[in-house]
């Protein structure tokens, strides 16, 4: 099927997903089918059929039930902050959604600062920038664990990035992330968003926490409140504020879930975009060709400059700040006392400063 096709097919489905109409109904049936799959699946985690690994440490798990980018792995970078800001030293696991597998390809991957987005993923390299914890990659949440506390012993908080889903790795906390299409039309894939069904029934002594990154949350839950910085940077770290880019058109590119709420924000913020490119998550760069060549400055979210930046270093990368809720703040500090109570001795979690 040409690309242009498949993009409108996948258009045309996820648009879908927002209401119940007949493309829904039709693909009903299937749903129900997915969701007795995944319930058989949960309960053969939970019945012990399929064992399951607990880390020695609590573990808080960010992810979503809605499919497409939420905003997860932002949370999990102010979560990281969060934690290392009150003493503790969390380390952090990720799938590393996109990365090249296969042959030759490490079954566990270290994350540092030399690695090549498209071994380790376009998220996890992302987050080791923006935090320097120590993360660790693999298709097994629990092999990454593994291998991430015995190099990094001193670890005493891991966090998962996405994995809601994987119960082959306990967990003591999960935090669920919601955007503004909510649950959608309420049905699970393929006729709708979810993943799986909601409302959601964490594991037995898991407290689950959520959390919506939009404007108009759907439900009750905590809020997260995101905004664009008021400069980029490119990738030697220059910094030219908002104030000289709206000086002239822009080229903008975003390979990231909802691409448009990019592009939105800069517009919002009085920037010019002659051109934008909308591409797939974790879409690769290695042989992309800026649309505008030389002529105009090309701007991109700071998940894409990871690897934008191997061959356009003067793609300017657009910084994204994250506020969550005092009362998030509350409810996780105290989640993970009791998870520390549960599984060991007790975290000496301070005061946090008004």
């Not at 959601?200 to 002594?205: A, D, S, W």
């Not at 290695?286 to 400059?305: F, H, M, Y």
């Amino acid at each position: 099927m040409p690309l242009a096709a498949r993009r409108t097919l996948r258009a045309t489905l996820t648009e879908s997903w927002l209401s119940r109409s007949t493309l829904t109904w039709l693909l009903w049936p299937a749903s129900l089918l997915y969701g007795a799959a995944v319930h058989v699946r949960h309960w053969l985690y939970a019945c012990g059929a399929i064992a399951v690994y607990r880390a020695p440490v609590p573990v808080v798990v960010v992810g979503n039930v809605a499919v497409g980018g939420v905003g997860k792995t932002p949370v999990v970078i102010e979560i990281v902050r969060h934690l290392r800001a009150r003493g503790f030293r969390p380390g952090v696991l990720s799938r590393g959604y996109g990365r090249r597998t296969g042959p030759g390809s490490a079954a566990v991957c270290a994350v540092t600062a030399a690695s090549d987005p498209a071994e380790a993923g376009d998220e996890p390299a992302m987050i080791h920038r923006a935090t320097g914890a120590p993360v660790f990659v693999a298709s097994a949440r629990s092999r990454a664990a593994s291998a991430l506390l015995a190099t990094h012993a001193d670890t005493d908080v891991l966090v998962c990035d996405d994995g809601l889903q994987h119960y082959a790795l306990a967990r003591d906390v999960e935090v669920c992330v919601f955007d503004d299409r909510g649950i959608g039309n309420g049905f699970q894939l393929p006729a709708g968003l979810l993943r799986e069904a909601w409302p959601r029934t964490p594991p037995p002594g898991v407290r689950m926490l959520v959390l919506h990154t939009g404007n108009s949350p759907a439900f009750a839950g905590f809020r997260a409140y995101r905004t664009i910085a008021q400069h980029a940077c490119d990738a030697h770290g220059t910094v030219v504020p908002f104030d000289v880019l709206r000086a002239a058109p822009l080229c903008a590119v975003a390979g990231i879930g909802q691409p448009q709420i990019f592009f939105d924000a800069l517009r919002s913020q009085g920037l010019r975009l002659e051109r934008v490119e909308a591409l797939p998550d974790h879409a690769d760069f290695s042989i992309w060709t800026n649309p505008c060549g030389t002529n105009r400055r090309l701007v991109c979210t700071e998940k894409d400059a990871v690897k934008l930046w191997r061959t356009h270093p003067q793609a300017l990368a657009v910084p994204l700040h994250v506020r969550l809720d005092d009362a998030f703040w509350d409810a996780f500090d105290q989640a993970l006392q009791e998870a520390s109570l549960s599984s060991g001795p007790a975290l000496e979690i301070p005061h946090r400063e008004p």
